[in-house]
């Protein structure tokens, strides 16, 4: 059974920092692609970073470049977002996403990440 599971979200100041992390099983983490997606309310899900398989090719989106930073342990088949320098408008659920075909495309519940003094 494939799980996703999400933790590390919460409450924190504009300025500060959270650690989020994806922890997998059910599937051969090591050779998908890992992806941290985010949802505003009322609007459509985007894409936060990837990381490939063996951690070759790592992105980032516009808005959260130079601040966030994903990383994965394979061994341990966790994947990270450490996010510091937090602004307002980083509130969101954050998700994680498993990707390795069209037929084995994964996704988390999400943690809600709340960025409010």
């Known amino acids: 059974q494939v799980q996703l599971v999400e933790s590390g979200g919460g409450l924190v100041q504009p300025g500060g920092s959270l650690r989020l992390s994806c922890a997998a099983s059910g599937f051969l983490f090591d050779i998908y692609t890992m992806s941290w997606y985010r949802q505003h309310p009322g609007k459509e899900r985007e894409l936060v970073a990837d990381i490939t398989s063996q951690s070759g090719s790592i992105n980032y989106a516009d808005s959260v470049k130079g601040r966030f930073t994903i990383s994965r342990d394979n061994a341990k088949n966790i994947l990270y977002l450490q996010m510091d320098s937090l602004k307002p408008e980083d509130t969101a659920l954050y998700c994680c996403?498993?990707?390795?075909?069209?037929?084995?495309?994964?996704w988390g519940q999400g943690t809600q990440v709340t960025v409010s003094s």
């Open positions: 996403r498993a990707r390795y075909s069209w037929d084995r495309d994964y």
